[in-house]
């Protein structure tokens, strides 16, 4: 996961990070992540 201090920026600016910078790389991971595990059906954590 990339690391920066995007989130608390857009915390400061009263915003969700994803309003503040949706183009952001951390932004774009985070996603990815969430749509992993939400289409995850295998319900166990994979080692790769």
């Known amino acids: 996961m990339p690391h920066n201090n995007i989130f ?3 915390e400061f600016n ?24 939400l289409e ?3 319900f166990m954590i994979q080692n790769h």
């Open 40 to 42: 995850n059906d295998m």
């Open 8 to 10: 608390q920026k857009a």
């Open 14 to 37: 009263k915003k969700t990070v994803v309003v503040y910078d949706p183009e952001c790389n951390q932004v774009r991971e985070h996603g990815k992540l969430a749509r992993k595990i």
